[in-house]
């Protein structure tokens, strides 16, 4: 007789690329919807499975877990893993997987079409045109700010924020970092200055956020980081919502604080569609996308469940946010 193949949740299509070797070693359950299943829906969801291939949009708390005591991964379809309590599944010993490197030049990318969308006013642009404004060629139509020569606070300074660092060679900015963790020799051969964060804001006209989502980076910009910034500076966000005060934010929009913002998340996530920041001319808020293009999405499909089949078969997976689990469960 084949041995019985265990039971995992998925809960939302994923790609292809990743699915695919899901359902040859498992029994799939697979969420079909486009929004995330409710807690209720989640629950029923992940009832007797083995693994769980989980999004960012998924709580997986400690009671989730305690419903589930046979529940072995949770295989998490990004970088961050912020939507799991990871003490409480390193409690249990449940091991948790993400997906970082496939995804780094991806976002790196897409933060800097951020940064160039607000200081160009690409938006505004395109807005213009759609309501029928454009009339002629202005001198003053639309003006935004050079990049070239501009200095560029890179907050996070991990594998995404070096890749941030490397793309601002070629616009000649002067680069700050600011990290809890530093590494000289890596600064140094970017061209990159490590700065106190109150320095960083105070002294770049662009600042870009890198962190992950920690109890120490929730709201790591509020009203007195703001206030720090230049006036005409813009702030980009393409790591978590919650690192950045939205009220804070608005007010600094709102009133000139600072110059502009291009957010690829928020809080909360989505953003209510008549929250004011989506009427602000000068934000750029776009639907957490970074990680979005074809070639990426696939990788991190394939890395999400290389780790939830590694971990099912007792074999170490490539990514693991909390290895002490399977340190411990192999003696
Ligand atoms: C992540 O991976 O954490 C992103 O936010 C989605 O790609």
Redesign the pocket.
């Known amino acids: 007789m084949a041995p019985t193949k265990p039971t995992v949740a998925v809960t939302r299509k994923i790609p292809e690329a990743g699915l695919v070797m899901v359902r040859e070693a498992t029994e799939t359950r697979l969420w079909e919807e486009e929004l995330p299943p409710s807690p209720e829906q989640l629950a029923a969801l992940l009832r007797g499975c083995d693994g769980a291939l989980t999004l960012?949009t998924d709580d997986i708390t400690g009671d989730v877990l305690d419903r589930e005591p046979q529940l072995k991964v949770v295989s998490?379809?990004?970088?961050?893993?912020d939507n799991v309590d990871v003490p409480a599944a390193t409690a249990r010993g449940v091991a948790v997987c993400?997906?970082p490197d496939v995804?780094t030049e991806t976002?790196a990318d897409f933060a800097w079409a951020l940064l160039m969308a607000a200081a160009r006013r690409v938006v505004e642009g395109v807005d213009y045109v759609r309501a029928g404004k454009w009339k002629t060629w202005g001198p003053t139509l639309l003006l935004g700010r050079d990049l070239t020569g501009a200095t560029l606070g890179i907050v996070g300074f991990g594998r995404i924020g070096r890749e941030v660092a490397k793309r601002a060679r070629g616009f000649d900015m002067r680069v700050l970092a600011y990290d809890t963790y530093q590494d000289p020799e890596v600064a140094r051969s970017l061209g990159v200055t490590y700065r106190p964060l109150d320095e960083l804001l105070r002294e770049a006209d662009f600042v870009t956020l890198h962190v992950a989502l920690t109890p120490e980076t929730q709201q790591l910009i509020g009203a007195r980081e703001l206030k720090l910034m230049k006036r005409e500076a813009i702030l980009v966000n393409?790591?978590?919502g919650p690192v950045v005060d939205t009220d804070a934010l608005t007010d600094a929009l709102r009133d000139g604080t600072i110059g502009g913002a291009a957010l690829?998340?928020t809080d909360p996530e989505p953003l209510p569609a008549d929250h004011p920041l989506v009427f602000l001319p000068n934000a750029v808020v776009v639907p957490?996308m970074?990680?979005?293009t074809v070639a990426?999405r696939d990788r991190?499909a394939e890395t999400a469940a290389r780790n939830l089949l590694a971990v099912l078969r007792g074999e170490q997976p490539p990514h693991i946010v909390n290895p002490e689990v399977l340190e411990r469960a192999n003696g």
Do not use: K
């Open positions: 960012l998490n379809f990004a970088v961050g893993y993400n997906t995804l976002t393409a790591a978590r690829d998340v957490h970074a990680s979005a990426t991190m």
